[in-house]
Nanobody
Framework: LALLWESGGGSVQDGGSLRLSCKVS????????MGWFRQGPGPERERVAS???????DYSDAVKGRFTISQDDADNTLYLQMDSLTPEDTGTYFC????????????????????WGQGTHVTVSS
């Protein structure tokens, strides 16, 4: 049984910061790739950040330089530090785990991730 549980969402002003957490347990804990995705009003989930084997990070162009993904083995938690938030960052954020990777990078497509949390919502107001 794999469990991922996100927390840390909320409402902030334009330019503010939030840190999301994802507690990982069970089968999801040993996945090579962990990622954060966000979903707006539509059904598609956009990958914003991923980390390969707890070391190699990758970000979407939209968040590069503002968001930081990290993983703490001591408490089995995945983090997403989000700074300089804008209203365009509003959405529901999901953490995900998977085993598929290529050239030491994690995929950006959500279909490649097997394990998902329930999501935490972020609202950024102008």
């Amino acid at each position: 049984l794999a469990l991922l549980w996100e927390s840390g969402g909320g409402s902030v002003q334009d330019g503010g910061s939030l840190r999301l957490s994802c507690k990982v347990s069970g089968d999801a804990n040993s996945r090579d790739c962990m990622g954060w995705f966000r979903q707006g009003p539509g059904p598609e989930r956009e990958r914003v950040a991923s980390i390969f084997r707890r070391e190699t990070t990758d970000y979407s162009d939209a968040v590069k330089g503002r968001f930081t993904i990290s993983q703490d083995d001591a408490d089995n938690t995945l983090y997403l530090q989000m700074d300089s938030l804008t209203p365009e960052d509003t959405g529901t954020y999901f953490c995900a785990g998977g085993s598929y990777w290529f050239e030491r990078l994690c995929p950006s497509q959500s279909d490649n991730y097997r394990y998902w949390g329930q999501g935490t919502h972020v609202t950024v107001s102008s």
